[in-house]
């Protein structure tokens, strides 16, 4: 069984850094590129970044870009967002993803970020 | 690619057939998927490649379009349908998705 477990959120003053992590299990890691996808509370879906499974292509939304860093540990079967100068817009709801070319079948639970002083 | 979802907010009873909208700021081929929210479970994928169900899709669902626009029709509702859908174009980054329709008991 596929599984993605999200960690690291928390509550952070604006300015502030944040690391989130994903432990994937239930499938080869390392064959997989991995996304970053985040919902702030009461909104829809916004795509924050992907990276594919050797680490080779990186791609971030503009929102993010120059603040977030993702990166990925295929020894530990873990993924990674690094979210530096956080903004009250970060505040959501973090999710990790496996990615597949035809859509997004395998989801983890989330993890919640609060960016608030 | 932004991507333009209607209604966002939709209500149906039971049995009925509803449609959900969704048009791309440029071609986008088929490369769209369709998503079901539910709160406490994980986002489900029902739609790939415009109209393609995705395994374990109810045959209720369908999809249909190419290029800038897409629609999601769902048949005989059941109340297990009621919830939130998004499109979400997969043709180039950055990935983008609809804003979202609520799907609601009338």
């Known amino acids: 069984e596929v599984q993605l477990v999200e960690s690291g959120g928390g509550l952070v003053q604006p300015g502030r850094s944040l690391k989130l992590s994903c432990v994937a299990s239930?499938?080869?890691?390392?064959?997989?590129?991995m996304n970053w996808i985040r919902q702030a509370p009461g909104k829809g879906l916004e795509w924050v970044a992907y990276?594919?499974?050797?680490?080779?292509?990186?791609y971030y939304a503009e929102t993010v870009k120059g603040r977030f860093t993702i990166s990925r540990d295929n020894a530990k079967n873990t993924l990674y967002l690094q979210m530096t100068s956080l903004r009250s817009e970060d505040t959501a709801l973090y999710y990790c993803?496996?990615?597949?070319?035809?859509?997004?079948?395998?989801w983890g639970q989330g993890v919640m970020v609060t960016v608030s002083s | 690619v932004q991507m333009t979802q209607s209604p966002s907010y939709l209500a149906a009873s039971p049995g009925e057939s509803v449609s959900i909208s969704c048009k791309a700021s440029?071609?986008?081929?088929?490369?769209l998927a369709w998503y079901q929210e539910k709160p406490g479970k994980a986002n489900k994928l029902l739609i790939h490649s415009g109209s393609t169900l995705q395994s374990g899709t109810p045959s209720r669902f369908s999809g249909s379009g190419s290029g800038t626009d897409f629609t999601l029709t769902i048949r005989s509702l059941e109340s297990e349908d009621f919830a939130v859908y998004y499109c979400q174009q997969y043709n180039e980054y950055p990935l983008t998705f609809g804003s979202g329709t609520k799907l609601e008991i009338k």
């Open positions: 239930g499938f080869t890691f390392s064959n997989y590129g």
């Open positions: 440029k071609s986008i081929s088929n490369n």
């Open positions: 993803a496996r990615h597949r070319t035809m859509g997004i079948v395998y």
């Open positions: 990276i594919s499974s050797g680490s080779s292509y990186i």
